[in-house]
């Protein structure tokens, strides 16, 4: 049983601890070398808090752009839910970047709160605890105070699978939904609550089978967008050409990473050594959680936690081998459930290595160098 004092004291610890690390990182970004800016301005991006504005980069100011004056042929790769949510903020009297700020930072409180729910299922509060600090200082995780998918993603997968874990197979459904318009990845929730109905051995009612069908009807939704807006329903793929995304295969962008590496350390962004770093972590610690006995991990767990990293090492692009890898690690959780069953040194190495490098992404990252 979950006490609300524990509650409160797990999840607050743990997202004390990441925003901590997070706003002390961009308090002392000044310190590094600066970066030239060479990613996207929104030109209509009104002016913050000088905090705010270091932790919108990239793909943020995308995001606040497209709340802001809508999709076009270029920008429909990016799915709407976030796109949607700033809009809907900016109703509150917030401008575009406050807004966006909000969005991913209440959704990154809600999914501190869900991923410690679902660990309480199958985990005694101190294995949850390890759970959500391992979460926390994760050398990505600022993305979650950016004006990224992942936070809003992550809270939409996470309620999703608490809901198909509790046997509410219509929530579930819904959160499927919603995780789908935020990331493509979403969809492959389908698969995971048919996992979940064959483990827990249930019987669905005609009527609560069709809540399988609100992921691609979701889908199904925003390709008709695409269609409507573009002329072609799968514009969103055909899309990603202009961004720089290829097809790829796996073992060769993983090789051609390391080629990288090793031949051009010295002129190399870091994510490019980030997303390298990272998917070895993932790999070897998804190769464990398959094959060893001595880590417990709950299948269907395993198995969205697998789809979620291999699918994205299909795409590539030639100046980052393992394009965004690094920043798509994120969301895959039952990696925090594999750091969690660590032997305890290597548990709290991890926890102040990972607190270091965390701050130094982030300060990196508010400098414009590339991370993910």
């Not at 991990?297 to 789809?307: D, E, H």
Request: proline share 5%; charged share 10%; net charge positive.
């Amino acid at each position: 049983m979950i006490r609300s004092a524990d509650a409160v004291k797990t999840v607050g610890l743990a997202f004390l601890l990441h925003t901590a690390a997070v706003f002390a990182a961009v308090l002392l970004a000044d310190r590094l070398p600066p970066h030239p800016i060479t990613g996207f301005l929104n030109p209509t991006l009104p002016a913050s808090y000088p905090v705010v504005e270091k932790l919108i980069r990239w793909d943020a100011h995308w995001y606040t752009y497209m709340a802001e004056y809508g999709y076009t042929a270029q920008t429909i790769v990016f799915f709407p839910a976030i796109v949607i949510l700033i809009r809907a903020f900016t109703y509150l009297g917030l401008n575009y970047a406050l807004a966006g700020f909000a969005v991913a930072n209440i959704f990154t409180a809600v999914s501190y709160c869900l991923l410690y729910r679902l660990a309480r299922l199958d985990c005694s509060e101190e294995k949850a605890r390890r759970v959500l600090l391992a979460f926390a200082i994760m050398p990505t995780s600022f993305f979650l105070n950016s004006i990224y998918t992942e936070a809003v993603f992550l809270a939409f997968a996470l309620a999703c699978a608490w809901s198909a874990r509790r046997g509410r197979w219509w929530w579930a459904g819904l959160f499927a939904a919603l995780a789908t318009l935020t990331r493509n990845i979403g969809i492959l929730l389908v698969g995971f609550i048919l996992l979940e109905i064959w483990q827990q051995r249930q019987r669905l009612a005609a009527f609560s089978t069709l809540s399988l069908l609100a992921a691609p009807a979701a889908l199904i939704a925003f390709m008709g967008f695409n269609r409507y807006l573009t002329g072609d329903p799968l514009a969103f793929v055909h899309a990603q050409q202009r961004w720089g995304r290829i097809y790829g295969l796996p073992w060769h962008n993983i090789r051609n990473n390391i080629d990288l590496v090793v031949h051009k350390w010295a002129e190399i962004e870091p994510g490019v050594i980030l997303d390298l770093g990272l998917v070895a972590v993932a790999l070897l610690a998804l190769l464990i959680l398959t094959f060893s006995s001595r880590f417990q991990i709950r299948f269907s767990y395993l198995a969205i936690g697998w789809l979620w990293l291999v699918i994205p090492l299909f795409s590539t692009s030639p100046p980052f081998p393992l394009y965004s890898l690094a920043r798509f690690v994120l969301v895959v959780f039952p990696l925090y459930f594999f750091i969690a069953q660590l032997p305890r040194p290597l548990f709290y190495t991890y926890l102040l290595g990972g607190t270091l490098l965390l701050m130094y992404c982030t300060a990196l990252f508010a400098n414009w160098y590339w991370i993910g």
